[in-house]
Structure formats: structure tokens, C-alpha cells
């Protein structure tokens, strides 16, 4: 032993440095050529201290004993400072030799197998109590780990080794598949962190994710298990990603699900986890960390600072409790309900109508029946809404002298939010039981929905479909210009001035919500950009959803079924049927599609060009244009306007299709598509995301730049004139909707946003 060791008593602090020194130590004269057998020659303990800094007292996941669950007289309450004894008392032992510390780390060690509870297939664990449950701990996961490799090391006994590895499966593990680990972030950015809590929605606590990341690389360099290596090392890069979140400058979150800063004595405890880190992994950013974060109790400004910073949350949290108070809310206690399904609520413009919120909505609907109950609050109530739980709130602000408000105009959106706002409090006031609210869009929806659930206390996701990424695209922003055009010239300047008012607006609106949502979930990755470039969410605040489709619904009609359907439609049994079903809105691109028809017809036999149809589903402003533009097309014979169309109608229409066109000209990620592709349709489309052109890679359709009608005319040309080409990408295209869209990937998505935890 080190000659600079001091006498240390059971149970007393330890001297992290020094026993980070002695096990990297062990660790190399077990590794030299020299060493033989598993004690030394100087009559060491055959096992190395724990790196892991201790605490005399570990953390209490709850404060009341459960007395009727004691094991070999150690509460289940208690198993976490049990463990953190028996490794306080080996460490010791490391200083001052004492036999009775391998027999007591043994002896925890058997008690570890013995109520080893199995939490998934090759996983077990140690349920801890919290609340009114038990769940799975990183941190208990982690010194298990730490007491049952030395106890293999000490024995040989193969038991133990099970058990470890089967307690380190836990952190490969989703927390939804019974494991400790949540994801954080999407494609190349996405990491892991281990939770000190393992239940959604995840706290990413600090402590728990260093003390679990430390006790990976122990196991990994103990055991040379190449999995607990290889997840050490990807928690360890998560680690590094987040460090500017946890951060904040002059003190520490001590987890990223609120705004909590860290006390003294756990800004201490944190910056030792990270030395011993720095030490194990050989990080030079985790030792300047270390540094930097032990520098800041010390330093009276950094001192003033948090103390300012507590001062404000505090006062901020007693504002919203006397507003919550003087409003006659109640505020939630949703962390402790268990009972599912859940009520959630649903803020959104308009619902159901046409478009692509209803379709996400529907599948919403189905891939969650077993977990919530769905009720929606919206302006305007559309058709086909039996059997929904719906509810309105009245858009008429008299102050504004409105009759109509609506959120994409400038005043009308300050009442539309207003109404809003006294409609979701009237409703909270009947019914304040729902376990999150999950407004529709990024922006005005969200704004009154962050104040409501700030007021309540009730978790905040916010969906958003493209609104945000709307208000920042300048091509948006010219649509609106050009409408001004048809204005005479007294109207065109209000509606500048209008105009000009109103982008700042929903821009502050924007930034209002999203600073006090809990979490975000976007459709597409542009999106997901938006907020974080210009709205500074942080990657771990934010997740790309997945569509989900019944796929049942839009299964293909058999050959007979197909031509009696277009028969009671009105169409021939052998015709040739292209589908265009969205928004008649400039964003749509309608007119590049009725345009690309036309080309695409006329370069056609006249075979084939007898057989066309044309089925147009949607409405909206460009109604009256797009019909002018049908007619001087010559298209009117074959083109059908359909108008708006319900959700069923809309599925059967493309049953009876052979393709789809998708003509957009702005960056959506159209649920249209996914849609044509389920029904079997052979689609063509212009590549308004990265999106679209993953689902129609690999033959699954035909893509085009935006705006391209020469190269959206071949293309339709193309699967027109060939029936064997249109079926084998139909077919192709159905079946990657099938395996990729399902039920379940969106409700994994959906509960790790809100809520869930496992039933132990």
C-alpha cells in the first residue's frame, strides 16, 4: 500500500483521490506480466477499493420505511445505504486492514442474489421505493454492480458474475423495456442517460448518471465486459454533450427536468463523482470539469449569483402559486398517479377537420386506447366528430370587436390566444385531473396551454407540425406578401401594416412557450432544428415523432371490390385514378400539380389518356383558382373537385387510386404521402423534406425537386403508361408503412414525453 495512506475508521469519509490511486494501481499490477493469482505477495485484498465516492448516508429515494418488506434485517427502504455501507467498510479495509469487511461485502453480496428481482429477460435488479411504487435506481443498479464484482473476484463463485451482468443488462435497456437507460436526442446526436429514477418522464439526474457511468467502467476494467464498455463509453459521450446544460456557469443542475441548482455540499459530491470519472475514463474534460465545478462554492461571485438565481426561482414559483390561487386553480400532484388511462388534454386550432393533424390524431387515438383518454379543446368543432370527447371555447373577444378570430392574423391572434387561455382555465376549473396538456402547435396554441400548465402545474408537451419552423422560413413570409397584391391600395397598407405586426408577435409567443414547456415533440428534423437554432431548446428537451397509421384502414381493395366502389363513384372500372388530397393553400403547390397534369396528359396515347381521372380532396382560398386553372387546362372532363372530404372518405378514395401526386412547394413532412403509400398508391412527389425522400427510396415512388412540373410530368407519364411498374411500387411502398409506422413506435415516443413507469 501507499505509503501516504491514512488511518481511516469504518464508516468515516473516505479519501476519493487516494482510492481512485489505489484502484487504477491494483489494476495495473493485475494487468502486468508479473502478477500472479489474485492476492499479492504484500497480502493486499484481492479486489481493488471502489472508485465510486462514497457517501456516509446515501439518498433517500422516500422517507417512509416499508417495514413489511425486510430482508435478512435490511429493509428494501434501506438496500441503497446498505450498499453504500458495505462498500464504505471494504474501502476502509483497503486503509486498514480488516477481515471483517470481505466477510461483510460477502455477505451483502449474497444478499444481492438472493432478492434479485427479474426485470426483463437477462436483466434483474433491486426495486427501490418511491411514492407509491418501486422502481428501478442507475445509482442501486451501479453499486451492486461494484459489491458483486469484488465479491466474484474474492470468491470465484460464477453466481455472483450472473448476477452482475444481469444487473448491468439493465442500463442496455430502454426504462419502457424494464431497464434504467433513456434516450436523449435524435439521429447522429442521439445518446443515453442512466436515471437515478427509472420512470418517464426522466429527471436525467446528474448524480445518479455519473455514479452509474463510474460504475460501468469499475465492471468493464474488473470483468473485461466488452458490453458495459462499450455503454460506459456512449453514457460518457452523452455525458459530454449535456455538460452545457447541466452547467450554467456558476453552480450546477442537479437535474435538467426543472430548474433546480445544486446545494453546496452536492455541488461538492458532484465535482468529486466527476474527478473519479476523469481519473477512470483518462478525460481530460471531465478533469478541467471537475475543477471548474469544485472552483464554484469557493468563488463569492459565483456564490452571489446562485444565491440571486434561488431568490428568483423562489419568487417566480410564489407568483404563479397567488395567480394559481387568485384564478381558483389547483394545482397537480401528477408524479404520484399511477391509474391508467390517463386524461389527457389536447388543445388544437380546429378539430377534426381535414388535414394531416386528424390523421395523427386518429393514430394517436388507436396506439394509445390502453394509456389515455383524449380530450380536445378547439376553437371550431369540424365534422365527423362522434364518439370524441370535444370541447370549444369561444373565439369572440368583444374588446377586439371580432367576430372571427383567427391565429394566422394580426390583431385576431391576441384574441385567439385570450380565448383560449379563458377557455382551457374554464375547463381546468371542471376538470383539473388531466395528467398533461399537449397543445397542437408551437405557437399560439402552446401559448395559452404554457400558461395554464405553469398555473397547474400539470406537464407541458408541445406537438408541433411545422408552425415554428413556419415563422422563421422566409418563404412563408412571402406567400404572405403576395396575397397583399389583389388588396387596392388603402387595404394593402393596413395589411402591411398588419402583416408586419404580426410575425413578432408569434415569434414572442413562440419563444413564451417553448421556455416553459417540459418538452417537444416535432414532426420532422427541420423542425427540430427551428427550435433549437432559434428558439435555443436544448437536444434533450426535444424528439422527432414517428407517423402512425391504421394500416388496416387503408388496406387495398381487391380487384372486385375495387370496381364496384369506383362504379358507385361515379368512375370507370378500368380507369387510371391520380389523387391530389390536400389544402387548396399556396403552400400546397396545387397549381404546379394541375400544371404537371396537363403535361403529362397531353404527351400520352389517346388509349391511355381516355382512362385518366383526376380526384382533387381538399378546400380552402385557392378553390375558385384552382378551378379556373382545371378549366383552362381543358382538364374539367376528367378532374373531379372533390372538396373537403372526412377521414373515412378520404381513405377510400385513395383504396380506389392507382397514384398520388404531392406537389408541395415548402418543407412539410406531409402525412398525405404516408397515407397513398399505405392505401398502395405508386406516388409521386417533390421532396419537401428528407423525409419524403426516405419513404419513396428503394422504388417505393418517384421524387422531384420543388416546383420541377417538366420532372413531375415524366414521372406521372411514366406510371400511367406502365400497370406492372404503378403495382410493384404500390405494394413496395405499403408494405415499408406496415413495418415502419407502426402503433407501437409512436407510443413509445408519446410515453416517454408524459408519462409511464413499471409496474414492479
Not at 434501506?78 to 486503509?95: F, G, H, K, V, Y
Not at 449535456?242 to 437535474?255: A, N, Q
Amino acid at each position: 500500500m501507499s505509503s501516504h495512506s491514512a488511518k481511516l475508521k469504518v464508516g468515516q469519509q473516505t479519501d476519493d483521490a487516494l482510492f481512485v490511486t489505489e484502484w487504477q494501481q491494483w489494476i495495473e499490477r493485475r494487468s502486468s506480466p508479473m502478477h500472479a493469482g489474485m492476492i499479492d505477495t504484500a497480502g493486499s485484498l484481492a479486489a481493488p477499493p471502489c472508485p465510486i465516492p462514497l457517501l456516509k448516508r446515501a439518498p433517500r429515494l422516500r422517507t417512509e420505511r416499508e417495514a413489511s418488506d425486510v430482508c435478512i434485517g435490511i429493509a428494501a427502504s434501506e438496500a441503497l445505504s446498505a450498499t453504500c455501507e458495505a462498500l464504505l467498510r471494504w474501502n476502509s479495509a483497503i486503509i486498514t486492514p480488516e477481515r471483517g469487511a470481505e466477510d461483510a461485502l460477502l455477505a451483502h453480496a449474497r444478499w444481492l442474489v438472493d432478492y434479485e428481482v427479474t426485470v426483463a429477460p437477462g436483466a434483474g435488479g433491486w426495486p427501490l421505493p418511491v411514492a407509491d411504487t418501486r422502481l428501478l435506481s442507475a445509482t442501486m443498479q451501479g453499486l451492486a454492480l461494484a459489491v458483486l464484482a469484488r465479491a466474484y473476484l474474492l470468491t470465484g463463485q460464477i453466481q455472483f458474475l450472473a448476477c452482475a451482468r444481469r444487473a448491468a443488462h439493465t442500463f442496455a435497456l430502454d426504462i419502457l423495456d424494464g431497464g434504467v437507460c433513456a434516450p436523449v436526442g435524435d439521429g447522429e446526436d442521439a445518446g443515453i442517460v442512466f436515471e437515478a429514477v427509472a420512470r418517464y418522464p426522466a429527471d436525467h439526474s446528474l448524480e445518479g448518471f455519473l455514479v452509474a457511468t463510474l460504475s460501468l467502467y469499475d465492471f468493464a476494467t474488473l470483468t473485461d465486459d466488452t458490453q458495459a464498455r462499450a455503454l460506459a463509453q456512449r453514457g460518457h459521450d452523452t455525458l459530454h454533450k449535456l455538460l452545457p446544460v447541466y452547467d450554467v456557469g456558476y453552480r450546477t443542475r442537479s437535474h435538467l427536468h426543472g430548474a433546480r441548482l445544486s446545494g453546496q455540499c452536492q455541488q461538492a459530491y458532484l465535482a468529486r463523482l466527476m474527478d473519479s470519472l476523469a481519473a477512470c475514463s483518462r478525460c481530460a474534460q471531465c478533469q478541467r470539469t471537475s475543477t471548474c465545478w469544485a472552483m464554484y462554492p469557493r468563488s463569492a461571485t459565483k456564490r452571489l449569483r446562485f444565491h440571486l438565481a434561488r431568490a428568483r426561482n423562489v419568487g417566480s414559483q410564489k407568483a404563479w402559486a397567488l395567480a394559481r390561487h387568485a384564478l381558483g386553480l389547483r394545482g397537480t400532484q401528477t408524479n404520484t398517479d399511477t391509474h391508467r388511462p390517463y386524461r389527457i388534454c389536447v388543445p388544437i386550432t380546429a378539430y377534426p377537420v381535414g388535414g394531416g393533424m386528424r390523421a395523427v390524431m386518429a393514430g394517436w387515438r388507436q396506439a394509445m386506447a390502453c394509456d389515455w383518454t383524449m380530450e380536445f379543446l378547439t376553437a371550431h368543432i369540424g365534422p365527423d366528430a362522434e364518439g370524441q370527447v370535444i370541447y370549444s371555447f369561444d373565439p369572440r373577444v368583444p374588446v377586439l370587436r371580432a367576430r372571427a378570430i383567427s391565429p394566422s392574423l394580426f390583431p385576431n391572434v391576441i384574441g385567439y390566444v385570450l380565448a383560449g387561455l379563458v377557455g382551457l382555465h374554464r375547463l381546468l376549473r371542471r376538470a383539473p385531473d388531466y395528467k398533461a396538456l399537449l397543445p397542437q402547435d408551437g405557437v399560439y396554441t402552446a401559448a395559452f396551454a404554457a400558461i395554464c400548465a405553469k398555473l397547474t402545474g400539470q406537464r407541458l408537451v408541445i406537438v408541433d407540425h411545422g408552425n415554428v419552423r413556419d415563422l422563421y422560413d422566409p418563404d412563408y413570409a412571402a406567400e404572405h406578401r403576395q396575397r397583399l397584391a389583389r388588396f387596392f391600395w388603402p387595404k394593402r397598407q393596413i395589411a402591411k401594416l398588419r402583416l408586419a405586426l404580426y410575425f413578432p408577435t408569434v415569434r414572442a409567443l413562440a419563444r413564451f412557450a417553448s421556455r416553459y414547456s417540459d418538452h417537444i415533440l416535432a414532426a420532422s428534423d427541420d423542425i427540430v432544428e427551428s427550435y433549437r437554432r432559434h428558439l435555443g431548446v436544448p437536444a434533450h428537451r426535444i424528439t422527432r415523432f414517428p407517423f402512425m397509421l391504421d394500416t388496416t384502414r387503408y388496406t387495398p381493395f381487391d380487384e372486385e371490390t375495387r370496381a364496384r366502389q369506383r362504379v358507385t363513384l361515379g368512375l370507370p372500372e378500368d380507369a387510371i385514378v391520380i389523387a391530389m388530397v390536400n389544402r387548396l393553400h399556396p403552400m400546397k403547390g396545387v397549381d404546379v400539380g394541375v400544371s404537371a397534369l396537363r403535361a403529362a396528359i397531353a404527351a400520352l396515347p389517346s388509349d391511355i389518356r381516355a382512362r385518366v381521372r383526376i380526384l382533387i380532396v381538399g378546400d380552402g382560398e385557392l378553390r375558385e383558382q384552382v378551378t379556373a386553372a382545371i378549366h383552362e387546362a381543358g382538364l374539367e372532363d376528367i378532374c373531379r373537385m372533390w372538396g373537403e372530404a372526412r377521414a373515412d372518405e378520404v381513405a377510400l378514395l385513395l383504396r380506389i387510386s392507382d397514384i398520388f401526386l404531392f406537389s408541395a412547394r415548402r418543407s412539410i413532412n406531409s402525412m398525405a404521402v404516408l397515407e397513398a403509400m399505405a392505401a398502395g398508391c405508386a406516388t409521386v412527389a417533390t421532396v419537401t423534406s428528407p423525409h419524403i425522400a426516405e419513404y419513396l427510396a428503394d422504388l417505393r415512388g418517384m421524387t422531384t425537386s420543388i416546383g420541377d412540373v417538366d420532372a413531375l410530368a415524366d414521372a406521372l407519364g411514366t406510371l400511367t403508361r406502365d400497370d406492372t411498374l404503378r403495382q410493384e411500387m404500390g405494394a413496395r411502398a405499403r408494405d415499408y408503412v406496415v413495418a415502419h409506422h407502426t402503433g407501437e413506435a409512436v407510443r413509445r415516443h408519446l410515453l416517454r414525453a408524459t408519462y409511464w413507469q413499471p409496474e414492479l
